[in-house]
């Protein structure tokens, strides 16, 4: 069983930072690629960022390049999303999810947290 446990969400003003963190249990961490995505109200849920095992590799979309930053701790079987210059526009709930593989994530069939909310006040 893989059990992700997202943290870090909280209500902060346009401008500020926040980091969320995403502990996996249940599976060996340093083989899994790993994400985040998000999820407006009314909105389908959205690719945020991802990092892989090797090098690793990171990837951003582009609503979110340049502020946000993605990292993993193997040791602490733990990634993190830095999230900088935040903007109402970055309220959602995010989620962490844990690829089958070691360089990409199917939101098919990958593994999910429960999410945990940001909220951005202008």
């Known amino acids: 069983q893989v059990q992700l446990d997202e943290s870090g969400g909280g209500l902060v003003q346009a401008g500020d930072s926040l980091r969320l963190s995403c502990a996996t249990l249940?599976?060996?961490?340093?083989?899994?690629?790993m994400g985040w995505f998000r999820q407006s109200p009314g909105k389908e849920r959205e690719f945020v960022a991802i990092?892989?095992?090797?090098?690793?590799?990171?990837y951003y979309a582009d609503a979110v390049k340049g502020r946000f930053t993605i990292s993993r701790d193997n040791a602490k079987n733990t990634v993190y999303l830095q999230m900088n210059s935040l903007t109402p526009e970055d309220t959602a709930v995010y989620y962490c999810?844990?690829?089958?593989?070691?360089?990409?994530?199917?939101?098919?069939?990958?593994?999910w947290g429960r999410g945990t909310q940001v909220t951005v006040s202008s």
């Open positions: 999810a844990a690829g089958r593989t070691s360089y990409a994530i199917d939101a098919r069939n990958a593994y």
């Open positions: 249940g599976r060996t961490f340093s083989s899994a690629a």
């Open positions: 990092i892989s095992v090797s090098g690793p590799s990171t």
